[in-house]
């Protein structure tokens, strides 16, 4: 919003169809969906916790299942009902059943898809990238109206940042899938390193990493080209190194603390790369 949308509506003197408060209800309606994925989750991932993680139980330890089956219900009813305010008090359109679909998705991932191949770790990534994708649909007026909005770098920008969100965790649920292989084989997991094995989990996380890596190298070519010199350092620093370094000890990996080690890499990276949208603000 800050970032890309913003600049480049006032460019054209336009203003987002989401002021600054109604923005922050977008974002508070994602972090509580979010939330309560998260509590569903340790609920149904009790037994697999006290295997993988026993030193950082929430769920009967901290919150008893019953309040954890309230508070994932209050927290997905408030994002949801927040998503059916903002349509009915703007020209946002669908965002509360989108919000219900996220909320249901996370639901079932946590009960029945999250042990399952691929599935699981797809409906999470796809997840990740609508938050960012969920940012420009609430501009979707401009879309279909756009006057002299530059609505092709819109999406060009948008669908960058949402196929990089949606790639960086595909890696991260494999990695995480291997990291708790132990607990998931023990009660019924079908999961990549479980069917497959480590060695073909790890060329299936190497395969999206050269992908990856190669298309920001193309991007930083690009940055080099138009002389934006600061974000092209940044990106091969904090963006490009990273994940050589992630792809130089996947292979190496063997423990759970080696593999947790390279999870919370990758979060650094997603982080990273986000960021890096300031670059846009910064140019414009």
Known sequence: MY??????????LKKPNLNPGKF????????????AGYIINDYFDLNIDRVNKPNRLIVQKIISRRWTIFWHFFLSMAGVAIGFYLDFTTHVTLLGFSNLVCACLLFIYSMSLKKKLLSG????SVLTAWTVLVVAWCEARFFFNPGDVN????????FLYTGF?????????AIKDMEDVEGDRKFGGKTMPILWGYNASKIYVAIWMVTLTLSILLLLIYMIQIRWWFSAVYCLFCIILPLFLIFRKLFSANTPVEYHKLSSMVKLVMFTGILS????????
């Open 3 to 12: 970032c890309v949308l913003q600049p480049l509506l006032a460019a054209s």
């Open 24 to 35: 922050l209800l977008l974002t508070i309606s994602s972090v509580l969906i979010a939330a």
């Open 121 to 124: 770790n797809v409906v999470i």
């Open 151 to 158: 609505i092709h770098k819109i999406f060009r920008i948008t």
């Open 165 to 173: 969100a949606f790639v960086i965790s595909l890696i991260r649920e």
């Open 277 to 284: 949208m300031i670059f846009f603000r910064i140019y414009s």
